[in-house]
Nanobody, 124 residues
Framework: QVHVVESGGGLVQAGGSLRLSCAAS????????MGWYRQAPGKQRELVATIANDGSTNYAYSVKGRFTISRDNAKNTVYLQMNSLKPEDTAVYYC??????????????????WGKGTLVTVSS
């Protein structure tokens, strides 16, 4: 069993900040890339930021300079610090983790896991 759980969403005024957290737990052997995606009402899910296990990062153009992704490998946790928030950042934010899990007696399995999402609402 593997769980990926986000936290930290909420309502904030434009110009404000929020910090999202996402923790992966369970029968995890290793964690590769972790990342954040978001889906606004009526729109497709889009990449926000990703971070590899060596710390290299990738950001959507729309959030560069405002959002910072980081991770704690010891805790299998990824963070998203969001500053200078804009109303167009309003969306459900989803955590993604590329994990290798271990099933005793069966072996190792690699696949993407998604959290259930956390809502971020930015008021103007």
């Amino acid at each position: 069993q593997v769980h990926v759980v986000e936290s930290g969403g909420g309502l904030v005024q434009a110009g404000g900040s929020l910090r999202l957290s996402c923790a992966a737990s369970g029968s995890i052997f290793s964690v590769n890339d972790m990342g954040w995606y978001r889906q606004a009402p009526g729109k497709q899910r889009e990449l926000v930021a990703t971070i590899a296990n060596d710390g290299s990062t990738n950001y959507a153009y729309s959030v560069k300079g405002r959002f910072t992704i980081s991770r704690d490998n010891a805790k299998n946790t990824v963070y998203l610090q969001m500053n200078s928030l804009k109303p167009e950042d309003t969306a459900v934010y989803y955590c993604n983790a590329d994990l290798v899990t271990v099933v005793p007696g069966q072996g190792y399995y690699g696949m993407d896991y998604w959290g259930k999402g956390t809502l971020v609402t930015v008021s103007s």
